[in-house]
């Protein structure tokens, strides 16, 4: 697992021990303030704190290009662990090798493409890798959208790690394409079996779930996303946790 984790993030630039850290804390705090890495939403006072230049692109990733919000995400949350100054003992580790993987990344990168220039091809394979890292980083981002989409949890999500997040039911070839990562309640409370088991184990999950008379959160891709995608973008008040327009947010920023 580690040797392939390290191998196919490499090959999209990804640090994979930064992403590991990163993923481990998002599932520990999942949609919880100052602590989830992976959070697609601010409180009204965060955003507001922002310079205009931060506010058009929070605000441009989370509508007209929210297909690349991951792109904007992996930049944010992965490239930074090769570069940001050390904050723990515990994090030096980690520093070093994403600064490895980056090194190994960008070395791979100009023997592959400049052997391709040699034999001829000019710059078309870094066209075609490049595009393909693109169309991953948007099917990705549209699956983050529904994710955890607007769900809090006043427990410990340890105890009740379904709360916050969501199944989303799709065409049988989706799930395969998706890795059936969209079976996200299943993924969340059994986090170290195969996704090839999440769809055979949800019906289990969703009945206990169930049972015990807690919510269990699953909608269909496409009404759902068609719901997500006519969200303004994520800027919630503390107190009530509900969305604030972009007409009123701009009145209370006045």
């Not at 990705?140 to 989409?149: K, Q």
């Not at 709360?163 to 998706?178: E, G």
């Not at 973008?233 to 701009?250: M, Y």
Request: charged share 20%.
């Amino acid at each position: 697992n580690e040797l392939i984790g390290q191998v196919s993030m490499i090959l999209n630039g990804m640090p994979y021990a930064g992403w590991k850290h990163s993923h481990n804390t998002h599932h520990a705090n999942t949609n919880f303030a100052h602590h989830d890495p992976d959070r697609l939403w601010l409180y009204e006072d965060e955003f507001l704190a922002m310079k205009p230049i931060e506010r058009y692109f929070w605000k441009l990733f989370h509508t007209r290009l929210f297909w690349l919000s991951a792109v904007g995400h992996y930049f944010r949350s992965m490239l930074p662990w090769a570069f940001r100054i050390k904050e723990k003992t515990d994090q030096e580790s980690i520093i070093k090798a994403c600064q490895r993987d980056i090194a190994i990344f960008f070395a791979a990168l100009a023997l592959f493409h400049g052997s391709m220039y040699m034999l001829g091809f000019g710059f078309k394979s870094v066209l075609v890798h490049f595009f393909g890292i693109i169309v991953a980083f948007a099917c990705l981002s549209v699956y983050v959208r529904t994710e955890h989409y607007l769900l809090t949890n006043g427990n410990d999500v340890s105890e009740k790690p379904w709360l916050t997040s969501r199944t989303i039911l799709q065409h049988p070839l989706l799930d395969f394409l998706a890795t059936n990562l969209n079976y996200h309640i299943e993924h969340h409370i059994l986090q170290t079996i195969p996704h090839e088991n999440l769809p055979s184990i949800r019906p289990l999950l969703k009945d206990k779930i169930l049972k015990a008379q807690a919510p269990y959160h699953e909608d269909k891709l496409f009404p759902f996303l068609n719901l997500a995608f006519h969200q303004e973008f994520f800027v919630l008040e503390r107190e009530t946790f509900r969305e604030i327009p972009l007409s009123e947010l701009a009145k209370r920023g006045q």
